[in-house]
């Protein structure tokens, strides 16, 4: 079966780096698209960063320059380095697979199949 295991969130203060993993098994990680969404109490799940399974990437512009999605195939994980954090960043972060990547990765919730248990970033002011 498909797991997805996010790691490395945690505290950090604002203008920090912190970088997630998320490892991926149970499936063919080079052919799926991989991104990243985030949720914050009372708010709605929103998406961070994505890469297609040939690499491409897309971000929305709250953290366009700051983070930054990459992927290495021969480990089946997927990364989000994070900088220049603010504290509206603070979230629950959330990996997510795609098998039907295209060369644009996908920024909707509904384009993913697979989703990990998130991880907890907070960011103090």
């Known amino acids: 079966q498909v797991q997805l295991v996010e790691s490395g969130g945690g505290l950090v203060q604002a203008g920090g780096p912190l970088r997630l993993s998320c490892a991926a098994s149970?499936?063919?990680?080079?052919?799926?698209?991989m991104g990243w969404f985030r949720q914050a109490p009372g708010k709605e799940r929103e998406f961070v960063a994505a890469?297609?399974?040939?690499?491409?990437?897309r971000y929305p512009d709250s953290v366009k320059g700051r983070f930054t999605i990459s992927r290495d195939n021969a480990k089946n994980t997927v990364y989000l380095q994070m900088n220049s954090l603010k504290p509206e960043d603070t979230a629950v972060y959330y990996c997510a697979a795609d098998r039907d990547s295209t060369i644009a990765p996908a920024i909707s919730t509904k384009a993913y199949d697979y989703w990990g248990q998130g991880t907890q970033v907070t960011v103090s002011s």
């Open positions: 890469i297609s399974r040939y690499g491409s990437t």
């Open positions: 149970g499936l063919t990680f080079s052919s799926y698209g």
